[in-house]
């Protein structure tokens, strides 16, 4: 093969395959500008009144001007959902650990837990701000209510996915039951420990924005209630599209720190990959 | 040498008294009437039956049987994990009351850390001792060279291949170096030719190290290549129908696996088993 066959095919071959990985790469945006662009035409045909369904480039243009009222009620939010995360670890993996430790623990902890998450949150979210007030703590116990569940049920299955060989080699090497939990059972549930956190990040954003919903005097789901009695369904709009952008900024958060944290687990890996 | 410094004073700490025991020719292992029953009232489960023998220091013994025939159990006695439920295992003359930590054991699923590297895995026995670990290290390096792995010591282990990950956990298990080796099927989830080259691989470090070894399998062949003496097992609860004595030299061959005088041992052991109906012609 000479040098100029090479250089044509490098030219040539490569610029149609990039094209086409960048269509495969972008299928999911491409699909939402497809979805904005059949949203602003149906709207403008049809010329429906902005109180109903506003255009998404009236969307935009909200966001724009409004900005610094979104800017102002993010900070609410945004410990509120973190607090109520974090609040869900903190409870949620050592009260797993209980479980799986103590069968009559477990005999005790887990219908109140399970009858927890059939109640509806909007249901019990009116009584957390009659105990606790307008503040942030009832958002952050609503968030932690719904956040907490997946991340104890996610480490209960974790912690007991561990091999029965794998508890006796720990014994076998002199190891208490505390070392065999520390060095090889919560390795082992890590994977598991980060799926329930994935499922509770992005619950906790429900939750604190249910809370908000309720009874609130700052945070995006004030906004968002304040905008609709307003009628000003554009920035309702927009605010929705803040509190997503949030959510999936989060779940990313969450999926890095996997990542780093457990590099050797397939979930780390490339999707696809061998293996 | 400092490793071999540190070790001792390992053995001391184990509490282990090496000096004054026994030379060669006196039993190691010992089982003395050793029962087992899983279970209690009509769920009982009668597992190891009655079971006594002798094994010497560095002997390799293979126990032989079928599957789920309690052969496994009867080999975790000795290790003290599972409590026996009447009878007496002694090994160097001490009686096995508690789990016994002078040993080895390899599992037939390699139970390799996934969070650790290679180094790490096989180093993780002198960490959960609460020894020096880097007092092991040359040591650790030196094991996976002998398996032919040193230049994958920094590799995670879902980067090898079934073989190699029951090497390390091979090396693992001869790190501290115990007087006993425990090893549960070791080779069953392997294919034909990794498992052929293990067999080589551990006549070999069992050749330089002299572990008393108790090697669980229900391989005809394996049994009789490795071993110096093979126990046929029976169905449960299982006991010790024959214990053979394999009197071909060392090292061994994988064409040893031809010879009249190995055959031999293979009809002797099919003729038992098909006298027991394990085997139906």
Known sequence: MTVGVQHVNDAQVPFSRFLWIVLEKSRSVLLVILTLVAWEAFVRFFDVPVFLLPAPSVIGQTFLNDWHVIALNLPPTMIEIVAGFILSLVIGVPLAIIIVYSPTAESFLYPPMVASQAIPKVAIAPLFIVWMGYGLAPKIWIAFLIAFFPIVIDTVVGLRSIHPGMLQLGRSMGGGSFKVFLKLRLPTALPNIFAGMKVAITLAVVGAITGEFVGSQSGLGYLMTSASGQMDTPLVFAVLVAISVIAMALFVVIELIERISIPWHSSSRTRGGGH | ?281
Request: net charge positive.
């Open chain 2, 1 to 281: 040498m400092q490793t071999h410094q540190a070790m001792q004073k390992n053995v001391q700490r184990l509490g282990m008294r090496l000096e004054g025991i026994s030379g060669d020719d006196q039993a190691f292992i010992n089982f003395e009437n050793v029962s087992k029953w899983y279970g209690t009232g009509a769920n009982r489960l009668h597992a190891v039956d009655n079971v006594s023998f002798e094994a010497k220091r560095g002997e390799f013994i293979s126990v032989l049987g079928p599957s789920g025939c309690g052969k496994s159990t009867m080999v975790m006695l000795t290790s003290g994990l599972e409590k026996l439920t009447s009878g007496r295992i002694t090994i160097a003359g001490q009686k096995i009351a508690k789990p016994y930590t002078d040993l080895g054991i390899v599992f037939q699923q390699d139970l390799l850390m996934d969070w650790r590297r290679v180094l790490g895995n096989v180093l993780v026995q002198p960490e959960f001792r609460g020894w020096k670990v880097t007092d092991y290290e040359q040591r650790a390096r030196d094991l996976l060279q002998l398996v032919g792995l040193e230049k994958f010591a920094d590799r995670y282990p879902h980067e090898l291949s079934g073989g190699m990950r029951q090497r390390v956990s091979i090396c693992r298990s001869l790190i501290h170096d115990p007087e006993v080796l425990l090893m549960d099927e070791p080779f069953g989830a392997l294919d034909a030719l990794t498992r052929d080259q293990l067999n080589l691989d551990l006549q070999r470090i069992w050749q330089e190290n002299k572990k008393t070894v108790l090697f669980v399998t229900h391989s005809i062949a394996e049994a009789i290549f490795l071993g110096d003496r093979v126990f046929v097992m029976g169905p449960r609860p299982t006991k010790i129908v024959e214990d053979i004595k394999i009197d071909l030299p060392r090292p061994r061959k994988l064409d040893i696996r031809e010879t009249p005088e190995f055959m031999a041992y293979v009809h002797q052991i099919m003729a038992i088993f098909l006298k027991m109906g394990i085997l139906k012609s």
